[in-house]
């Protein structure tokens, strides 16, 4: 464990710091606060006089920290910032980590490079888990490995279309792959998702090259760029999703997010058919028996 010192990457996280709390106090009404809502506001948002007096902290405090200075606040003040604009469990987990990796004091691990591989056991448990669709994934969205029935599946989606020697990455085909909004119907959805997967690397890789380039090359779509201003924080590790995939059509999958822990934040994905449709069609497209197994309880 080593002290951060690397100013650039300290510049970086003040300035994701500042920039969530503006995206929060904008996105965050007078009403859900319970406010009232008089005049005209520039945005449908709280004012920095109106967070600053619910959190007890000055308006110009609250300007520097949105201004990305070099302050850094207390526990206390976060957890104050946090409560005046209702934040979500999600967003106030995500406020805490951007506070305590911009303190000068605390004890961060080493800069690490990104994953682009993963150990053979990891692979084995992928290869063993077919035929279920399984892949890892890393913390920019890098489709780094997966087994025989992801990667049919995927080709077929144009998941694993890779770009100038790069690695296959997701959030880069939700926002520039021409069938991504075939491929996810509900395209806002996964566009979020991304977004939000793209904002939590920020604050643990934005020394790495490969994440500035990624973000540069998509601050230029309009549907990225306001997303990226907006901040979406969340993460689900369950559900369901629908893909349309061009030659079975519509795929109804559970799916289920499992960490690696390591440090490297991967993350293996399972896709479980959700019905028996899906089932038969996953079959067809791998030339696998035609029950594919259901998530229990469907």
Known sequence: MVAVTDSATAGNLL???????????????P?????????????????????????????DY???????RDIHPSAEVLLALADAMRLAEDERRHLY???????????????????????????????????????????IGDLIAWNRTFGVVGTGLGLLDARNGTPPNLVRFVFAHPAARTVFPEWRTAADEQVSRLRKAVMHWSHDQALATLIDGLRANPEFDFRWDAHPIGEKHRGTKRLTHPEVGDLELDYEVLDLHGGDELQM?????????????????????????????R
């Open 62 to 68: 609250l300007v520097r920290l949105e201004q990305g």
């Open 269 to 297: 994905i399972t896709w479980l058919a959700a019905d028996p449709v899906t089932a038969q069609r996953l079959a067809t497209l791998t030339g696998g028996p035609g029950g594919l197994r259901l998530v229990e309880g």
């Open 15 to 29: 300035g994701e710091l500042g920039s969530f709390l503006r995206a929060c106090r904008e996105r965050t009404t």
């Open 97 to 139: 980590q951007l506070g305590l990796k911009t303190g000068n004091q605390v004890l961060c691990p080493a800069p690490v490079d990104l994953k682009r591989a993963v150990p053979p056991t990891v692979q084995g448990v992928l290869d063993a888990l077919d035929p279920t669709p399984a892949f890892v994934i890393g913390p």
């Open 31 to 59: 009403r859900a606060v319970g406010l009232p809502d008089s005049g005209r506001r520039r945005t449908p948002g709280l004012r920095r006089e109106e967070v600053a007096r619910l959190a007890g902290v000055s308006v």
